[in-house]
């Protein structure tokens, strides 16, 4: 994934579907998703067991729409790291830290 992508035009590329929930379904996580990614599904446990996401959706909060973007660019990333293997812990600090290449167009 290239950090310089638009983060929606990267998830559509993906074949992923960005949904804007109602708050009080995911508040605990602001956002979350269930992908496919480099052949490897890639869900954290809250996304299975408790949301129920279907399969390629990533969802946002809708209190956060209007930093959609950067939800999203830090989701991809988390994706992308967990899928070499990172645990979705240190995925998630390692997106964080991405979070500061974050340019919107």
Same mark, same amino acid.
């Given at each position: 994934m290239s950090m310089s992508m638009d983060p929606r035009k *990267? =998830?559509? %590329? #993906?074949g992923y579907k960005i949904r804007y929930v109602n708050h009080d379904s995911i508040r605990k996580e602001v956002a979350c998703y269930? /992908? /496919?990614f480099n052949g490897k599904r $890639?869900?954290?446990?809250?996304a299975l067991e408790r949301l129920h996401i279907p399969k390629n959706e990533i969802w946002i909060s809708r209190k956060y729409k209007k930093h959609g973007g950067l $939800? #999203?660019?830090h989701e991809l990333r988390e $994706? =992308?790291?967990r !899928?070499?293997?990172? !645990? *979705? %812990?240190?995925?998630?600090e390692m997106a964080r830290k991405a979070e500061r290449l974050y340019r919107p167009d």
């Open positions: *990267e =998830a559509k %590329k #993906l269930n /992908v /496919v $890639i869900a954290p446990k809250a $939800i #999203l660019f $994706i =992308a790291y !899928s070499r293997g990172y !645990s *979705e %812990k240190k995925a998630h």
